[in-house]
């Protein structure tokens, strides 16, 4: 069986490194390490112009939409929240037309954090766009770049909890969660009844979270999706 390739969408900002400042195509190491741990070969895929989506997905047998920056609300005709900040257009496009693609190709999908909640608003969900709004604290999200653990309990007869367990700490940095999810069903809930993991219950492997398995040392989410990512790309060779 050959080794899966395993899609990774990017952030695009202005970044340091030696003697340069330059915009950059960037995701922190840990995705791709996650995924090479786990069987995978990581591709970056920067944002580019949607039409180059199907080309790509096309070359994929799996993809990771990534964490970053809030989804622009306009995308789900909402406005936005005082705390709702620096979107990126260019990356909501780009992302979105990946789900496209790999929806109508059944390639199997992991959103991670901002993922999951571009993943809902692709399906025609909703967000809530401030959690602390609704839970009284910012125990999701601490502020800079410290994650918040929350203590996720998974749904009985799901992926999530099949590829995790009934119960798990998780590391979590999102300010935004998933009011609405059209065609998802509930994987975990943290004990303030925020949603932490949907996932498709129709599709091959179509699972989002709000937390980051990158980070942790149980990367089963990642292991999962790549062993799906196996066995389609196995298919298409046989094809």
């Known amino acids: 069986m050959s080794v899966p390739v395993i899609g990774l969408s990017t952030y695009r900002e202005d970044a340091a490194w030696g003697v340069w400042r330059q915009r950059a195509d960037l995701l922190p190491t840990q995705y791709a390490e996650a995924v090479e741990a786990t069987g995978g070969v990581p591709v970056l895929l920067p944002p580019q112009g949607p039409a180059s989506a199907e080309a790509v997905v096309v070359r994929l047998d799996g993809l990771v939409i990534s964490g970053g ?20 257009a260019d ?15 059944g390639l199997p999908v992991l959103g991670v954090c901002r993922g999951m909640q571009l993943m809902a608003v692709h399906a025609g969900g909703q967000l809530d766009q401030h959690t ?9 999200s601490p502020g800079g770049d410290v994650f918040g653990d929350i203590t996720v309990a998974t749904v009985a007869g799901t992926r999530v909890a099949g590829l995790v367990g009934s119960e798990l700490v998780v590391s979590c940095h999102h300010h935004q969660s998933v009011r609405t999810h059209p065609g998802y069903v509930p994987a975990a809930h943290a004990a303030d009844g925020t949603l932490e993991a949907m996932e498709d219950p129709q599709a091959r492997f179509r699972v989002a979270v709000q937390w980051h398995p990158e980070t942790a040392a149980d990367v089963g989410l990642l292991a999962g999706l790549v062993r799906e990512a196996a066995s389609y790309a196995f298919g298409r060779d046989v094809q």
Request: proline letters at 11%.
């Open 69 to 88: 920056a809030d989804v622009d609300p306009g995308r789900y005709d909402a406005p936005p929240h005082p705390r709702t900040a620096a979107w990126r």
């Open 91 to 105: 990356r909501d496009a780009w992302e979105l037309a990946l789900l496209d693609a790999a929806e109508l190709r």
């Open 132 to 140: 602390p709004d609704l839970v009284g604290d910012e125990r999701h």
